[in-house]
T-cell receptor, first 110, second 115 residues
Framework: EDKVVQSPLSLVVHEGDTVTLNCSYE??????LLWYKQEKKAPTFLFML????IEKKSGRLSSILDKKELFSILNITATQTGDSAIYLC??????????FGQGTTLQVKP | NAGVTQTPKFRVLKTGQSMTLLCAQD?????MYWYRQDPGMGLRLIHY???????AKGEVPDGYNVSRLKKQNFLLGLESAAPSQTSVYFC??????????????FGPGTRLTVL
């Protein structure tokens, strides 16, 4: 059975800190891994990763995939209170579906 | 473009009542999905559709039915609501083929409480 596990489940940091969120997976027919940010309502797309070792970057956020060790990390540098959210990773196979992890709840304190 | 919209936004049901949640998208997407989100459990796929007139089961389909009579709409039905179905329901859609994965666009969610 395909499985996606995120850690930690929750995290509290102060503004300016750097955080690393983890996502490991045990899946068949891997196609891509996606990261989403969820604030009050709907998840919004951050990154899609398909190849090992290639970093995707957007401002203070970056992510990388390791297909050999079956994990991905999401880094946020110089955190701000606006980064407080649930961060979700999801695996995509060849069935058209996404399998989500449990999410990491990040709280950034002023 | 409105993107993905969901109606209603909130609903309270009594055990045994039925209801239908409507998802609509105006992006001409082929794929549509229904998820539920419960605390600490991420998003779990209920049912999905790869095109008009098609539906398929996800991870947690029991107690739900779906229909995709029109490409732009995906309906989620609860025939006899149970308290275990209290959750936040998200609809999503995407373009692309089975093997060319693109991001999913999510609706704003429906908060359902079953008493």
């Amino acid at each position: 059975e395909d499985k996606v596990v995120q850690s930690p489940l929750s995290l509290v940091v102060h503004e300016g800190d750097t955080v690393t969120l983890n996502c490991s997976y045990e899946v068949t027919n891997f196609r891509s891994l996606l990261w989403y940010k969820q604030e009050k309502k709907a998840p919004t797309f951050l990154f899609m990763l398909t190849s090992s070792g290639i970093e995707k970057k957007s401002g203070r956020l970056s992510s990388i995939l390791d297909k050999k060790e079956l994990f991905s990390i999401l880094n946020i540098t110089a955190t701000q209170t606006g980064d407080s959210a649930i961060y979700l990773c999801a695996f995509s196979g060849n069935t058209g579906k996404l399998i989500f992890g449990q999410g990491t709840t990040l709280q950034v304190k002023p | 473009n409105a993107g993905v919209t969901q109606t209603p936004k909130f609903r309270v049901l009594k055990t045994g009542q039925s209801m239908t949640l409507l998802c609509a998208q105006d992006m001409n997407h082929e794929y549509m999905y229904w998820y539920r989100q419960d605390p600490g459990m991420g998003l779990r796929l209920i049912h999905y559709s790869v095109g008009e007139g098609t539906t398929a089961k996800g991870e947690v389909p029991d107690g739900y039915n779906v229909s995709r009579l029109k490409k732009q709409n995906f309906l989620l039905g609860l025939e006899s609501a149970a308290p275990s179905q209290t959750s936040v329901y998200f609809c999503a859609s995407r373009t692309g083929g089975l093997r060319s994965y693109n991001e999913q666009f999510f609706g704003p969610g429906t908060r359902l409480t079953v008493l």
